[in-house]
């Protein structure tokens, strides 16, 4: 008896110091469970699923389970009766780990996976072997004065070609070369000038690419560039020097060099994947017109023959969390007065389509959604930062103020600032569409962060932090969603 009446007077201190939310359920508080996290990771980064490729079969089952999870603890379907909201995303199978080999003269050296290479998300299926041209960022933009290709013949060769611009400064003119940072216009360019293939100097796997007949490609290690430069008698530390200088440093490497790529894939045009859209409906008959977004992307990247990408940071951990603090506002006695939308978004890999066609087709009116919070990786660290909290003060002291009572994290956060370049996160779409966007991630990694890499397993996460998330989830968006005064 004794025992029940500390733990009444307890859950009424504490619940006392938790401003400016009226109160909240500690039983569904707890029972966010860092194993049972755990299970959802892993369930997400099963084989079974393949990479979670947008697009594909196994992605649509990934989605399908998401979904199973929603119904099963009573959060409604968003998409007037369906839990999927569905969208065109063309894909690539990568059915072996292809081949490149380089030669140097009679030398002959057979590349690693994926240690040295990485096969082409979308590469056309079929091999080359030619001659290089180094062809800096692939750019071509007369209106900046500035033409990569202008001193070198690229028909029939294989470029090695850079990501990026050579400008980075984050300004009104970085707006201007922002077109050309996209990986889809580098490889049209690249055909256009007759290219035959590409070794392109960035190592990871990467769907947000573009398939185009006949052109084969694959994803080279920075230090393997440096050697096939060494061997032409060039610096690359210098070559990358005069490419910030803008000096478009071109060149045809000797002919003795030369690169063999071999790629085996079947394209698919016609595919669709879907972002699964799950709510909560509010509690208030005038507010539950208002809607509170927490959203992370569903994909992966794949799986290259017999490897999967398991994506687990990246991202079945953001989606573990929000699954995690969907299951506890469902059994909430505490019921938001907002409504609540969960959105586990597709095509982020391959170039956001699944925020871009949510935006474009909301379920709610953008002009009544008053806050999107994004989670992408947020699973592997010990510490939280929110983008966009020092903006949008308002909201975010829901978020600081339950870390601060209950969950006793570091937390760190930002200001929103314009970004001029190409949109890299769901969050910018959101934000982008005149929505007040938070980006939840982690800092202070226990793990190395095995960035779109076969190794990005469940053994980098740390549990802890996940439910840590989904508590500070469970919380701040209650807080939100409850707030009279927004």
């Not at 500390?6 to 400016?20: W, Y």
């Not at 004065?145 to 990026?164: H, M, R, T």
């Not at 972002?275 to 992966?300: F, Q, R, T």
Request: hydrophobic share 40%.
């Amino acid at each position: 008896m004794k025992k029940k009446v500390l733990t009444v007077l307890l859950n009424v201190v504490l619940a006392s110091t938790l401003f400016a939310q009226e109160a909240f359920d500690f039983n569904a508080f707890h029972s966010i469970s860092s194993n049972e996290l755990m299970e959802f990771a892993t369930e997400l980064s099963a084989d079974k699923y393949q990479g979670r490729l947008s697009g594909s079969p196994e992605y649509l089952e990934a989605a399908k389970w998401c979904a199973s999870k929603f119904e099963e603890w009573g959060v409604q379907p968003a998409n007037k009766g369906s839990y999927f909201q569905y969208f065109p995303n063309a894909y690539s199978e990568v059915n072996t780990l292809g081949a490149v080999v380089y030669f140097n003269g009679d030398e002959k050296a057979y590349l690693d996976f994926p240690e040295d290479y990485i096969p082409g998300s979308n590469s056309a299926s079929g091999a080359v072997q030619a001659g290089l041209v180094y062809v800096g960022h692939g750019i071509t933009a007369p209106e900046l004065g500035y033409d990569d290709y202008a001193s070198v013949d690229v028909k029939g060769k294989i470029i090695i070609l850079e990501s990026g611009t050579p400008y980075t400064k984050n300004d009104e003119t970085l707006a201007k070369w922002s077109p050309y940072a996209y990986h889809r216009y580098k490889f049209r360019n690249a055909v256009k000038h007759g290219a035959a293939g590409m070794i392109y100097a960035s190592k990871l796997a990467n769907p947000n690419t573009v398939n185009l007949e006949g052109f084969v490609y694959a994803h080279v290690d920075n230090k393997v560039v440096a050697q096939i430069m060494a061997d032409a008698g060039k610096d690359y530390q210098q070559i990358r020097e005069q490419l910030k200088n803008m000096e478009t440093p071109s060149f045809q490497l000797p002919e003795e060099q030369k690169v063999f790529i071999r790629a085996e894939t079947k394209y698919f045009p016609d595919a669709q994947a879907c972002n699964v859209v799950a709510m909560i409906e509010g509690s208030d008959p005038e507010l539950k017109d208002e809607v509170i977004i927490i959203g992370g992307h569903l994909d992966g990247q794949g799986k290259m023959g017999d490897v999967t990408f398991s994506s687990a940071l990246d991202n079945a951990s953001g989606i573990s969390d929000i699954l995690g603090a969907a299951k506890a506002l469902a059994s909430s006695e505490v019921k938001p007065k907002r409504s609540v939308l969960f959105i586990l978004l597709g095509g982020e890999e391959c170039g956001l389509y699944g925020s871009k066609y949510y935006c474009n087709n909301p379920l709610f009116p953008l002009e009544k959604t008053k806050m999107m919070i994004n989670l992408d990786m947020v699973g592997n660290g010990t510490a939280f930062f929110v983008s966009g909290g020092k903006t949008h003060s308002q909201l975010f002291s829901h978020f600081q103020n339950a870390n601060n009572n209950f969950i006793h994290r570091e937390i760190g956060a930002s200001a929103v600032s314009k970004n001029y370049g190409r949109p890299r996160s769901d969050a910018s779409v959101f934000e982008a569409a005149g929505i007040k966007t938070f980006g939840l991630w982690t800092r202070n990694s226990v793990y190395p962060v095995h960035y779109h890499m076969p190794a990005d397993k469940t053994n980098v996460l740390t549990p802890e932090i996940m439910e840590d998330a989904a508590k500070l989830l469970y919380l701040g968006v209650l807080g939100v969603a409850n707030d009279n005064k927004l």
